[in-house]
């Protein structure tokens, strides 16, 4: 039996995909949508104190599969959103986890409001807007701690530079993490009107989605390996296979945002039974069966860096639909299709591994040789 429920602070989530705080975790409507969509877990839009002011327009996709925001937090007010609408989203049956920002003044208003209104499993608090020094990042996390009692998750921005020192100092803290943010900042412009796409006074904004889901699985891979709490991956969630690698690089649940924005609200559901499936087929009979093997496995790959060893592509002839994007993308010029048939210049071919990893069919595969 696959088993793909997860329990984290004592709490047991149906299955670990849960919403991101993002649009459409904004009120409680938009939660039953993510609820009846099939999500495990419910992480609400970030409150904060002052009602955010968001510029218009706010949410662009640069391209396929990726959205560049200035949406900030939520523009409800604090307490219209805890008295209203929070008794509501846990009225809806999955564990809440109401996202709280940003300063410690902030905190103590909202960590002691959030507690009494007795609604919310946990907070995740984001880390977006409070700096990169590591005691004011210290310093806020005291500030909800000493304001609640509920189980608090650090989520982190990507642009933290001394990832380490932050994980150790606030592990003292928090119960558990998340990562990452948005990515940025981040600009695009119409070439003919030289306008930013974004409405943001500077035009910038943050990049989510497809193009984020390596820098999500480094941060994952990274905490995992300075904290024994749970970590949540967030970050370029499109298909079951990105599931599966942010929780074996470290993640106990994942969070997803853009797909949900824009594919609809369904997405949950759909990657949690992909989920079931995927564990099934590849003999995990639960999440903690593949919870961070990753690092288990890191140390073998890296012999394959050692000297003495090459990589080269191996043709697998029934595979290839002849597209040349091997061909193409070989700035060494290794690769060649005379009469149709694979050929590589060996003394060319300096084992970078990019023309297997661009051919779609997998009909190149890499291998050793030593000499
Ligand atoms: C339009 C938009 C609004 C967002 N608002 C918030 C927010 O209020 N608080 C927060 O912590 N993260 C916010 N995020 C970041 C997401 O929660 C998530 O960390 C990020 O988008 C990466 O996940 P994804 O690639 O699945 O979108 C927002 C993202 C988007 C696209």
């Known amino acids: 039996m696959t088993n793909?429920?997860?329990?984290?602070?004592?709490?047991?989530?149906?299955?670990p995909i849960w919403t991101a705080a993002g649009p459409t975790a904004a009120d409680a409507s938009m939660l039953k949508r993510a609820a009846d969509g099939g999500a495990g877990g419910l992480v609400t839009k970030t409150i904060s104190v002052k009602p955010a002011k968001v510029p218009i327009p706010n949410i662009v996709s640069p391209f396929a599969g990726s959205l560049l925001n200035a949406e900030l937090w939520s523009e409800m007010d604090y307490q219209n959103f805890i008295?209203?609408?929070?008794?509501?989203?846990?009225?809806?049956?999955?564990?809440?986890?109401?996202?709280?920002?940003?300063?410690?003044?902030?905190?103590?208003?909202?960590?002691?409001?959030?507690?009494?209104?007795?609604?919310?499993?946990?907070?995740?608090?984001?880390?977006?807007?409070?700096g990169k020094d590591v005691d004011n990042l210290t310093r806020t996390a005291e500030a909800l701690?000493?304001?609640?009692?509920?189980?608090?998750?650090?989520?982190?921005?990507?642009?933290?530079?001394?990832?380490?020192?932050?994980?150790?100092?606030?592990?003292?803290?928090?119960?558990?993490?998340?990562?990452?943010?948005?990515?940025?900042?981040?600009?695009?412009?119409?070439i003919k009107t030289l306008q930013p796409c974004l409405g943001s006074e500077d035009g910038r904004g943050w990049l989510s989605g497809r193009a984020i889901l390596p820098i999500g699985l480094h941060f994952v891979s990274a905490i995992s390996q300075l904290t024994d709490k749970p970590v949540i991956g967030v970050g370029g969630i499109r298909k079951v296979e990105d599931v599966v690698k942010y929780i074996m690089a470290g993640a106990s649940a994942v969070q997803v945002c853009s797909l949900a924005v824009l594919k609809g609200q369904d997405v949950y559901g759909k990657l949690a039974d992909k989920l079931a499936k995927w564990m099934k087929q590849h003999n995990y009979p639960d999440i903690d069966s593949m919870r961070g093997i990753f690092h288990n496995r890191k140390k073998e790959a890296f012999h394959l860096l050692g000297y003495g060893t090459q990589l080269h592509p191996q043709w697998i002839e029934k595979k290839c639909t002849l597209c040349m994007i091997c061909e193409k993308s070989c700035v060494h010029r290794a690769i060649s299709f005379p009469n149709d048939i694979f050929q590589l210049e060996k003394e060319k071919c300096v084992s970078c591994g990019l023309c297997a990893s661009v051919c779609q069919p997998g009909a190149l595969e890499m291998i050793e040789n030593h000499y």
């Open 4 to 15: 793909i429920k997860t329990k984290i602070f004592e709490i047991l989530f149906p299955n």
């Open 83 to 130: 008295n209203e609408e929070l008794p509501k989203i846990k009225a809806l049956g999955k564990p809440v986890i109401v996202s709280l920002g940003y300063s410690p003044e902030d905190f103590s208003i909202l960590g002691k409001a959030v507690e009494k209104n007795g609604c919310a499993d946990a907070i995740e608090y984001s880390i977006h807007y409070v």
């Open 145 to 190: 701690k000493n304001n609640t009692s509920l189980p608090i998750i650090a989520k982190f921005s990507p642009s933290i530079p001394d990832l380490e020192s932050a994980v150790r100092a606030l592990d003292k803290i928090v119960d558990g993490f998340a990562a990452i943010n948005s990515v940025g900042p981040a600009l695009d412009f119409d």
